[in-house]
């Protein structure tokens, strides 16, 4: 990998946590709350007891560390030629964000020398004015605690009028679209950006006191660390939340929570994994899940 682990969240927790090491040992509670802060639900498995072991040799078990200078990462020319690539995308250009100190790096690669499989073919057309300029004005409104009068079109091409208070914006990887979240009164609404005809942003219309999604189903997966099957999984769903417990050896209990309109694309994806994993609740999800595999099989049986 072009960053390799040195430029993950791991190292930058440790990073963190030695820059205190260098002037003074750092109380547990310190550790905890940079591990909280820029972690996620398993960072502990990998962390725990090896902080203050051999495994490291970054930090004595008293806090104190024999590094005599905070830790500093600086970019490589193949990193900056990544980050060039990656903000050619044009999703990356949706939101406006700029990486200084590359404007004379060439490329790593460019958009047009990927080809992604498994993915539909009519994603949003990101590069399209009106596109942008819809998901601008969601993302204002997201930003500055505002509400949105939409004109938007449903897939049988009726158009319809929504006044909508979003909460978030979500990205679909295998529709390869963008889509906002949030509450229409009382009730959740959510619209694909490409459906939006015509927005405006208004006053907020109501009060998101809380998640328009608060009842997350969860899928409890137990997995065999074989074939660097947990970096896999972890990897494949970093953007759901989720918790990974260690229950001895190499066997692991992961928990995903995921909104109900994102189940087929749960389903999906653990399919891809295979034998790797096995679903052990909810029941509902099992058996969807068992009758996709069959079918499946049925197909490669003819």
Known sequence: MIFSEVYGAYYNIMADILKIAVTRPPTKEEIDSIIREK???????????????????????????PIR????????????????????????????????????????FT????????????????????????????????REDMSLELKTISGKGKRRYHTLTPSRLEYSEKDDKFRVIGMEGRYILTVNINRILEARLIPRAVRMDKDPYPDKKEVTLMLYDTRKALDRVLLHFAHFEKEAVHLGGKRYKITLRYCPDDETEILIRLMSFGPLIRVVSPEPLKAELKKRVDRQHDLLSL
Do not use: C
Not at 41 to 46: D, G, I
Not at 72 to 88: E, F, N, V
């Open 39 to 65: 972690g996620f639900a398993e960072t502990n498995l990998f962390f725990g007891g090896d902080l203050y072991e051999d495994r490291y040799k970054l930090m004595t078990r008293d806090g104190k560390t």
């Open 69 to 108: 200078h905070s830790p500093s990462m600086p970019l490589t020319t193949a990193q900056k030629r990544w980050l060039k690539a990656i903000s050619m995308d044009p999703r990356f250009t949706l939101f406006g964000i700029s990486i200084e100190g590359i404007e004379d790096v060439k490329p790593l």
């Open 111 to 142: 958009p047009d020398m990927t080809d992604v499989f498994d993915k539909y073919a009519d994603g949003d057309p990101y590069e399209d004015p009106s596109y942008r300029e819809h998901f601008a004005m969601v993302l204002k409104a997201l």
